[in-house]
């Protein structure tokens, strides 16, 4: 295993622990517990039957995000923890990386190249985004355009933002455009264990980008890098960060868009006791309070701390079931796997089993471990059809096919 990887999954349990698996088609060998926020136990059962498998893609270095630009079936992107963008065309990986900040960036553990997000517009534009941990150790979002198709203009880099992060770890680190075409941005809550910076830690704090999801429109405004769109919840609130969209996180890692509805799932990455999956309908996570650190998963964390009007989440899973770091995922659309259409797909960087469950409003149902297992399981992603993949930090990417 490769330095990179060891630290990676180090500083995981670290961070998950409060001081912080196999390849494809493995059977789990237990059902985990995993309780729904509406109280009780989620039903959880063992798939009968491996319908749906993993079909291996390509093999990377630490690979921990892909996707692709919008209408475009012909490629996948393959972000690269160590700074490199791959491309993946027409099935065969081309030798030439799309983009490479590798000298930008410091990488390690739960820094690096983290994400990239394509601009709704691409196809004409050419714009892209990278989320990235500068040389100083901190949270960098810049804009790329290419130069060629399947190579970008070094050149073009544009930074609109940096945040301050006082520890190496809960970085965030994921880019999504939005249904409504706005960037959403999740950072973590400035690392450490506990939400140690500041009299009550970062995620509550609407002074900080810290610990959020934020919202903005990348598009240069009145001598701004970026601008805040006016429907964001705290734009008028004296004190509070324009760009924030919702709060009270500790690690979102990877959340997503539902496709077909614009529903929001969050995977939150907990502390020494509990993962977490948080889901809202469309537009329902404007001013959302996700409960950290008052409350990890449901249970509470810091006593006599408040978090008003704090959502629970649908999902939590313990770390007693061999979990340490939950890897969010994605409403499956993909028409050809037709017996998950319609489930959210997720798993656990320690325990490595794919899961499924039907999220609704303030509740999971029909919380399934699949036949199928992906060793340092670091990210899922979606292509231009909705195809679903996931990486694995020790290299592989899969997509789910049937």
């Not at 929001?264 to 650190?293: H, M, P, S, T, Y």
Request: proline letters at 6%; glycine letters at 14%.
């Amino acid at each position: 295993m490769r330095p990179l990887k060891i630290l990676f999954a180090a500083l995981l349990l670290a961070g998950c622990g409060g001081s912080s698996g196999g390849g494809a088609a493995t059977a789990p060998t237990e059902s985990a517990a995993a309780t729904a926020s509406g109280g009780g136990q989620a039903a959880k059962s063992t798939a009968k039957a491996a319908a749906v498998r993993l079909q291996k893609v390509g093999s990377f270095d630490s690979p921990v995000y892909v996707t692709s630009p919008p209408g475009d079936t012909s490629r996948l992107f393959v972000v690269e923890q160590g700074g490199k963008v791959r491309v993946i065309k027409n099935g065969k990986t081309l030798d030439t990386p799309f983009l490479d900040v590798s000298d930008k960036i410091v990488s390690g553990s739960e820094q690096g190249l983290l994400s990239i997000a394509f601009a709704p517009d691409y196809a004409a534009s050419g714009l892209f985004y990278v989320f990235y941990t500068d040389t100083d150790g901190n949270e960098t979002v810049v804009e790329y355009q290419r130069s060629s198709d399947d190579v970008a203009d070094a050149g073009s880099a544009r930074k609109l933002f940096t945040v301050q992060d006082p520890e190496p770890n809960h970085n965030g680190g994921l880019l999504l455009f939005g249904p409504d075409k706005h960037l959403y941005i999740g950072i973590g809550d400035g690392g450490g264990a506990g939400d140690q910076h500041g009299p009550r830690g970062n995620a509550q704090n609407l002074g900080t980008l810290l610990g959020k999801i934020l919202r903005i429109d990348p598009k240069a405004s009145g001598g701004k890098p970026y601008a805040v769109p006016s429907d964001n919840p705290f734009v008028n609130r004296s004190g509070a960060k324009p760009e924030i969209y919702s709060y009270g996180l500790r690690n979102p890692w990877r959340f997503s868009f539902d496709r077909s509805t614009g529903d929001l799932a969050i995977g939150d990455v907990g502390q020494n006791e509990v993962e977490e999956i948080d889901f809202v309908r469309k537009g329902k996570g404007r001013g959302a309070n996700f409960g950290w650190r008052p409350f990890e998963g449901n249970d509470r964390f810091a006593p006599g701390e408040s978090a008003p009007g704090a959502i629970k989440p649908v999902i939590t899973e313990r770390h007693e079931d061999g979990n340490c770091s939950i890897t969010g995922g994605i409403i499956i659309r993909d028409p050809a796997l037709s017996s998950w259409r319609g489930r959210y797909v997720f798993g656990d960087y320690c325990r490595g089993v794919i899961q499924t469950a039907v999220l609704a409003s303030g509740k999971a149902s029909n919380l399934t471990d699949r036949k199928l297992k992906v060793s340092q399981l670091s990210s899922f992603g979606e292509d231009a059809r909705g195809r679903v993949y996931a990486t694995s930090l020790d290299g592989p990417v899969y997509r789910f096919v049937q």
